[in-house]
C-alpha cells in the first residue's frame, strides 16, 4: 500500500514531465541548495551559460515571491530568528522547454491587486515589458509589496512564452496561486 | 578607508574597492538573503568615498554574471551615486562586463545605462566561462 501510494505520487509526477519538486516550508536555504542542484542538472545536460542563468533567474524570483508572500508563514526563534513559508515549487521539461510551477497561498484581499499586475504583464509585448522593467528599476518599491513588481517582470522577462496564473478558492479568507513560466 | 573588500559567497557578490586607486570591482553573483543586510555597508562606504571632494578619476568595474530583482534596485542605487558625483566633475567610467551570447546581461546594461547622462558607459564582451 506505502509504495503503491506513493509510486503513484511519484508517476503523476513523472506524467508532467516534473524533474525537481517540493512541497512544504520553504526558506532561503532551500532556494539556495535546490538552484544549485538545478543549475548542475542543467550543466551536465549541456545547456550554455545564458540559458541556465535564465532558468535560474526565474527560479530565485518565483521562489523568492514563495518565501515573501506566502499567506502560510511559520515563524519563531530556534537559536536564531527563523521564518518559514510554506509552498510548492515544480521544475519540469515539456516540449524541449523548462518549465517552472509555483504555487502558495495567499489573502483573498490581495488576489485583486496581483490579479491585475499579471494581466498587465500579460499584455505586454517585449518591448513593452522591457520599457515596464527600466520604469520600474527607477520607482521606490509602493507598500507591502518590497519589490514584487521587478520581480514579476524579471520572469515575465525571461519568459519565452506569455506567464501562465491560476487562482483557486481555498475559502472565504484564502486561495491557492500558481504562476507557470516556461523558459 | 582604504579599500573595501568583501570575498565572494555563493549568493554575495567579490565586492573589492580600491579607494586609493578609484578602482572599483564587483565580480560573481548576487541573490542575497537579505540584501539591505549585505549592501548596506557597501552604500556607507561608497558614500564615504564619494563624500571626499579632493577625489580623482573612479573606475567601475561591474562584472557580476547574475543578479536578482532585489540587488537590480541595490545596483541602481550606486549607479545613480556614481553618476550624482560624475555631474558635480568628477570622471567616472562604468565597464558593464558580459559574457558572450548573455543577451539578458547585455540587455540589462542598456537599461541601467539609460539615464546616465554624465558617467562614461561602456560594454565589455567576456569569454563564455567567466572572468579569468
Keep these: ?183 | 578607508m582604504d579599500c573595501l573588500t568583501i570575498p565572494a559567497t555563493g549568493r554575495t557578490p567579490g565586492v573589492s574597492f580600491d579607494f586609493a586607486n578609484g578602482h572599483l570591482r564587483m565580480t560573481g553573483e548576487s541573490y542575497p538573503d537579505d540584501v539591505a543586510a549585505f549592501f548596506g555597508p557597501v552604500f556607507e562606504a561608497l558614500r564615504s568615498f564619494l563624500d571626499d571632494p579632493d577625489g580623482g578619476p573612479i573606475r567601475f568595474d561591474m562584472e557580476l554574471l547574475y543578479f536578482n530583482s532585489s540587488s537590480a534596485k541595490a545596483l541602481m542605487n550606486i549607479f545613480q551615486m556614481l553618476e550624482t558625483v560624475a555631474k558635480g566633475g568628477r570622471s567616472v567610467t562604468l565597464t558593464w562586463c558580459v559574457e558572450e551570447n548573455d543577451e539578458s546581461m547585455r540587455e540589462l546594461g542598456e537599461d541601467f545605462a539609460e539615464d546616465l547622462r554624465h558617467v562614461v558607459f561602456q560594454m565589455r564582451e567576456m569569454p563564455a566561462g567567466g572572468p579569468p
Design chain 1, 1 to 183: 500500500m506505502l509504495a503503491q501510494q506513493y509510486a503513484s505520487i511519484k508517476r503523476d509526477l513523472d506524467d508532467k514531465g516534473i524533474v525537481f519538486s517540493f512541497s512544504g516550508y520553504l526558506s532561503e536555504g532551500i532556494l539556495y541548495s535546490l538552484g544549485e542542484a538545478l543549475r548542475e542538472k542543467m550543466a551536465l545536460e549541456a545547456a550554455d551559460g545564458p540559458t541556465i542563468r535564465r532558468v535560474f533567474s526565474v527560479f530565485v524570483e518565483q521562489m523568492q515571491n514563495i518565501i515573501r508572500y506566502s499567506a502560510e508563514k511559520m515563524s519563531g526563534t530556534a537559536g536564531r530568528a527563523v521564518e518559514l513559508s510554506a509552498g510548492m515549487v515544480t521544475i519540469g521539461m515539456e516540449r524541449g522547454k523548462v518549465f517552472i510551477v509555483c504555487g502558495n497561498t495567499v489573502r483573498n484581499s490581495e488576489v485583486p491587486r496581483l490579479k491585475e499586475r499579471l494581466d498587465h504583464l500579460k499584455s505586454l509585448d517585449r518591448d513593452g515589458i522591457k520599457t515596464y522593467y527600466r520604469e520600474q528599476l527607477r520607482e521606490e518599491p509602493d507598500d507591502g509589496s518590497r519589490g514584487a513588481t521587478l520581480g514579476l517582470i524579471e520572469i515575465a522577462r525571461r519568459a519565452s512564452d506569455p506567464i501562465d496564473y491560476d487562482f483557486n478558492a481555498m475559502d472565504a479568507d484564502r486561495s491557492f496561486f500558481c504562476l507557470k513560466v516556461s523558459v
